[in-house]
């Protein structure tokens, strides 16, 4: 059947359609800006956000697989309640939903504990689901790229227990997988969570001495002091959420993104292949 994809003009959402299509799957997007959502013919599009209850039904006829990534807004959680009504209403049984790692755990973090809290919908709600905890996007350093080139200082407050950052090709195609996984079973499959983390558990120290080393020039780590982050981040986003993404990092330093026993290899065997490296990422960002 065809599979509803939302979020699917950003990093993630765009490759989960382009893994899914690849794999011969029917598609259908929901986007506010359907310009930007340039699939080709194979895909269909239909016009509107998660507040739009009528665009919602629509998107939602004929539909029983839900890939569902709502963006970190102000009112992420209201989307995410009325999507997953509108859903069960229309016959959708089965969903990937796109949460966050320690979504359970790190409840002051506002998007985090938004998180967690669909994920205890979609369990009470009898949905068949599998939920994706990523760790920190490898693709948000592109955010600090001009910091880390110009300035020689390693930004982002990630601390000393190590974070697993993951790449979102990687998401997208654990995502795509579940979703035909979910999609093509006889009946309702039991929900899982997945973490998905990348190779290397990297410091603040960690992050600099790669960089260090591609650029071949010394690359300092900018402490762990979310403050000067929190600025950074209020020149180009609204404060309330510059100071969410304070929040986050704090968590980051007493906490870190370390995976659980497990966890790398369950992906590399989903994936059949190995997950894709920091370091890599960086040296084409470097490039």
């Not at 990937?96 to 967690?116: C, E, G, M, W």
């Amino acid at each position: 059947m065809t599979i509803l994809v939302t979020g699917a003009t950003g990093r993630v959402g765009r490759n989960v359609v382009q893994q899914l299509t690849q794999r011969g799957m029917s598609v259908r997007v929901l986007t506010r800006d359907p310009a930007k959502a340039d699939f080709g013919s194979g895909v269909e599009v239909v016009k509107g956000d998660l507040l739009d209850i009528d665009a919602l039904r629509t998107a939602f006829s004929g539909i029983r697989t839900l890939f569902l990534l709502n963006a970190v807004t102000g009112d992420e959680f209201t989307q995410a309640i009325i999507t997953l009504n509108v859903a069960r209403a229309a016959g959708v049984e089965r969903v990937v939903y796109l949460s966050v790692f320690d979504a359970d755990r790190a409840v002051n973090v506002p998007h985090f504990a938004i998180k967690y809290g669909a994920e205890r919908m979609l369990e009470t709600m009898g949905f068949s689901a599998t939920i994706l905890r990523p760790s920190y996007f490898i693709d948000n350093e592109v955010m600090i790229k001009d910091v880390i080139l110009n300035h020689a200082v390693y930004p982002m407050p990630i601390g000393s227990k190590g974070v697993a950052m993951v790449d979102a090709r990687d998401i997208a195609e654990v995502a795509a997988i579940e979703l035909i996984r979910r999609d093509q079973a006889p009946g309702k499959l039991p929900i899982e969570t997945i973490n998905l983390v990348g190779p290397d558990t990297l410091t603040g120290a960690d992050a600099a001495a790669i960089w260090t080393e591609l650029l071949g020039r010394p690359v300092a780590y900018g402490g762990d002091d979310p403050s000067g982050f929190e600025a950074s981040m209020a020149t180009f986003m609204p404060k309330w959420m510059a100071y969410e993404m304070r929040v986050m990092a704090e968590r980051y330093v007493s906490d870190g993104m370390v995976p659980a026993e497990g966890d790398r290899e369950r992906l590399t065997a989903l994936l059949g292949r190995p997950l894709h490296a920091y370091r890599d990422f960086a040296a084409a960002l470097a490039a």
